[in-house]
């Protein structure tokens, strides 16, 4: 059985709510999704897209221990009534945070955030114990929701952090206080909402703001936008700063890297000295994922040794790169999923993977989702994948979303097989065009739905080769 993280005592002292007076529940978890909820858990009622008041009665039906709630009468079982069920979420985030021992390690970035923070927590788990973020779990309330897991006693812990807006990292920077602040990359993403480049660094430097007073801030000496967020890491409580990239200043330095279909594998000068490392993941973007993972590791109390053996044993996650074989006609085809969300920066990334698989006597195919949130720019940003998929020796196109309309366009010709408003209208001609051999490299903004494609042809549906 679990250990406790919450008694019912300790819960109201974080929150200050109200308690039946004989309650004595203790909970192993916090959840706020019934479809994922275990036994023990307590369930937080959030009211978001939906009041989670309504789910009470199929939480304590799955085994929750108790419910944090902002009214009593919404269901059977133990209650812990608060003012407001977000704002009792960050209380016990607080009180879990203030517990803990752990190193407390923050990531954020335009691209490459959850690959990295989901590397890091392998690092970490290799040298002692470790908690990190779920999924994506890494907004207003994803973050409190990590920091509620929190163990007493872990070594190490990972934070995820996400925006939308301005204002919104700092609020969760400020919740974490972190002893590590991450930034893996700076690159056009939200730039509807924040209208520049220059107010993306921003917002992604937010992230130095909630530093704990000793903390390091950490971020890429290549980027374009390097000079904008050391100074605002200069400003902020942290007392030290670590650059990575190929920049002969950074401090932990990519000195060389390759990849192919089997990985990558490469050598990085940290802090002065030379460690050879391998990852099993494809793209050139690990080698600044791998310098990220590193410096920020180092920073976290790891041995660049220890980094490097831990990086051979990764693998990629589903819709982030994850590589399968699927049967197909006497045959298979090599499906490369990296469905989970996209922008110009990430696009040539994965690309880079499709160019550098070889495909079995088939083709290399690439299936992409218009990206989301681009402002203004979005024609010559989705015009600009071009380039990518020339590189990437793509032997046919299949485009999805009127926002992709700019790049079918430019590369109109014998390769582009089809481009179709939603991802449902596009599944059956892919579908039927794949054949033994074939490499499929699919990526797209969440909201344009290429991950239901993804889904599809790992479930090998027949509905989507058009048969009756």
């Known amino acids: 059985m679990a250990d406790p993280l919450w008694t019912a005592r300790d819960a109201a002292a974080a929150t200050g709510g109200k308690l039946d007076p004989e309650a004595s529940w203790t909970a192993t978890g916090v959840s706020i999704d019934t479809r994922s909820i275990r036994p023990g858990d307590l369930f937080v009622a959030l009211q978001d897209q939906r009041d989670g008041h309504d789910f009470v009665p199929d939480a304590m039906a799955r085994g929750a221990a108790a419910a944090l709630v902002s009214r009593a009468d919404c269901g059977p079982g133990n209650k812990l009534v608060v003012g407001d069920t977000l704002e009792g979420l960050r209380s016990l985030a607080i009180h879990a945070r203030d517990r803990s021992d752990a190193i407390r390690v923050a990531v954020t970035g335009s691209v490459g955030k959850t690959s990295v923070k989901e590397a890091l927590a392998s690092v970490f788990r290799s040298v002692g ?56 990359k700076i690159a056009p993403a939200h730039l509807e909402n924040l209208g520049s480049m220059e107010a993306i660094a921003d917002a992604k430097a937010e992230i130095f703001e909630g530093l704990h007073p000793d903390g390091v801030a950490i971020f890429p000496s290549d980027d374009e936008f390097a000079p904008r967020l050391r100074a605002h890491a200069q400003v902020s409580k942290a007392a030290f700063m670590l650059e990575f990239g190929r920049e002969t200043n950074a401090a932990v330095r990519i000195c060389d890297f390759e990849t192919g279909p089997a990985g990558g594998k ?22 600044w994922n791998a310098a990220a993972i590193f410096a920020t590791a180092i920073a ?34 090599t499906l490369i999923d990296d469905s989970y969300n996209a922008n110009p920066a990430s696009m040539a990334s994965g690309l880079s993977i499709l160019g550098a698989t070889v495909p079995d006597g088939g083709r290399r195919i690439a299936v992409l989702g218009e990206m989301l949130e681009l402002g203004p720019d979005s024609p010559d940003l989705h015009r600009s994948l071009a380039g990518p998929l020339e590189e990437a020796r793509a032997d046919a196109i299949f485009l999805s979303g009127k926002g992709m309309t700019p790049l079918a366009e430019q590369i109109a010709g ?18 039927r065009y794949i054949g033994p051999g074939d490499v499929v490299f699919i990526k797209g903004s969440n909201a344009s739905g290429v991950h239901r494609i993804a ?9 989507a080769r058009g048969q009756g």
Not at 266 to 286: M, N, Q, S, Y
Not at 414 to 431: H, Y
Not at 455 to 463: A, Q, S, V
Request: net charge negative; proline share 4%; hydrophobic share 45%.
């Open 455 to 463: 889904r599809m042809l790992m479930e090998d549906d027949p509905g």
């Open 414 to 431: 014998d390769r582009l097989i089809s481009c179709a408003d939603t991802a449902d209208d596009l599944m059956p001609s892919l579908a």
């Open 266 to 287: 490469g050598r990085i000068c940290v802090l002065g000295k030379e460690v050879d490392f391998r990852v099993p993941a494809t793209g050139a973007h690990w080698a």
């Open 129 to 184: 114990s470790a908690h990190a973020s779920q999924k994506s779990y890494n907004n207003h309330w994803g973050v409190p929701l990590t920091l509620s897991l929190t163990p007493a006693h872990v070594d190490r812990a990972v934070y995820e952090m996400g925006m939308n807006h301005a204002g919104e990292i700092r609020a969760l920077s400020g919740l974490v206080q972190p002893h590590v602040a991450l930034i893996t």
């Open 300 to 333: 976290a109390g790891v041995d660049a040794g220890a980094v490097a053996d831990a990086l051979a044993g990764i693998e990629a996650a589903s819709g982030r790169g994850a590589t399968r074989r699927i049967a197909i006609d006497g045959g298979y085809f």
